[in-house]
Nanobody, 127 residues
Framework: QVELVESGGGSVQAGGSLRLSCAASGTTTDYNVMAWVRQAPGEDREMVASITEYGTPYSTDWGRFTISQDTTKRTTYLQMTRLKPEDTAMYYC???????????????????????WGQGTQVTVSS
């Protein structure tokens, strides 16, 4: 079992930055990939970024969203820059376990690859 706790959300003006953190606890062998997913009001959840246990990152917006991790602290980060009002959403941390890495370069976007979820942290960007 894995527990995930997000922090770092808040309200910022457009163009600003935020860094989200996700602290993991529980059984480390239950996951080897982490991700950030967001959900805007009335919308489906959508992938933002993912990172493997080896530190290989994936992002839907390389110019603005950077995912990183500190394995010693079991913490995953999402650095967000040049925020836009359309980035307003609840941001969730998620964890999953890949049995093999073949095809993960495509598979990482699939929300069903992640079976542990945090409660979320709200990000609000005003214009």
């Amino acid at each position: 079992q894995v527990e995930l706790v997000e922090s770092g959300g808040g309200s910022v003006q457009a163009g600003g930055s935020l860094r989200l953190s996700c602290a993991a606890s529980g059984t480390t062998t239950d996951y080897n990939v982490m991700a950030w997913v967001r959900q805007a009001p009335g919308e489906d959840r959508e992938m933002v970024a993912s990172i493997t246990e080896y530190g290989t990152p994936y992002s839907t917006d390389w110019g603005r969203f950077t995912i990183s991790q500190d394995t010693t602290k079991r913490t995953t980060y999402l650095q967000m820059t040049r925020l836009k009002p359309e980035d307003t959403a609840m941001y969730y941390c998620a964890a999953g376990r890949q049995a093999n890495w073949l095809g993960y370069g495509v598979r990482w976007r699939n929300l069903q690859e992640y079976n542990f979820w945090g409660q979320g942290t709200q990000v609000t960007v005003s214009s």
